[in-house]
């Protein structure tokens, strides 16, 4: 498990090339100069030239991502913010306590609500409370998140006034933006439970366990579940990354001082180091929760642990 764990955590560096290639090449060709807008308007364009050339924003573009590689790769800098002039991974660590807290909030009510939907639904196959949930997964994941946020905001917010309308601060603040954030998580995960366990009740082993007569809780829990979880960890994991994708959305909603409210203000003022530092960060964020899953599956069915240490 440890020489597989170090395959794994060494193929992180080719996906932080590929990331920052790609982030870096978008920022190079977007419209909008940086400079200008932290120096302002009326500054002369012999000031704002000396600027760029200080910065190395006139090199040639690969002249420029070489530099920016090396000091990421070899220096473990991510640069320094052009706007606030703090070190980028400092502004990142600032922000991330409030996205990471928003994100596994979030991921645990989804785990929750799903699987126990799904569950319900599963062995209550094709009568009525099996469509409504079916109904209501659809629609979760159908609703837009950045528009239920608002909605959410008008009624229980504006209207009655029974919730804040941005922050994280106590356990009020954390309704909104967890319930926006986890909805469409709970809907997948729902599916993806319901769909499992169709397939694990089918087998003879779980007849046998019944036959025996066993409580329908414990066949349930000890024999279905347990054998259903494997595609139900891969929905989560694959699930926490966009929870960290789509903190973007709900943290600008909900004013949240996040990574994501971060990075969608860094990219107003072209704030590039700092947008380049929050990409890549959640890129490895989201690898490193795809080696743990992976890691969990062998725990949990130690015949893929051979499987993939093997391979």
Known sequence: MLRYSIKRLLQLIPVALGVSLIVFTLLHISPGDPVKLMMGEN????????????MGLNDPFVVQYLNYIKDVFLHFDLGESYATKQPVIEEILKCFPSTLKLT????????VGGILL?????????KGIDSVINVLALLGISFPSFWLGLLLILLFSVQLGWLPSSGLEGWKGMILPCTVLSLQSIASLTRMTRSSMLDVIRQDYVRTAK???LSAAAVIFFHEIKNALIPIITTIGM???SLLGGAVLCETIFSIQGIGRL???????RDYPVVQGC???IALACCLVNLA??????VIDPKLKKTKTEG
């Open 293 to 298: 899953v992976d890691l969990l599956y062998m």
């Open 43 to 54: 500054v002369s364009q012999e000031v704002l030239e000396r600027t760029r050339e200080a």
């Open 211 to 213: 036959a025996k007569g």
């Open 239 to 241: 699930d926490f990354g």
């Open 104 to 111: 596994l909030v979030s991921m645990a009510v989804a785990t």
């Open 263 to 269: 990075m969608v203000d860094s990219i107003k003022r």
């Open 279 to 281: 990409v890549i960060f």
């Open 118 to 126: 799904g569950v319900l639904s599963a062995v209550n196959q094709n």
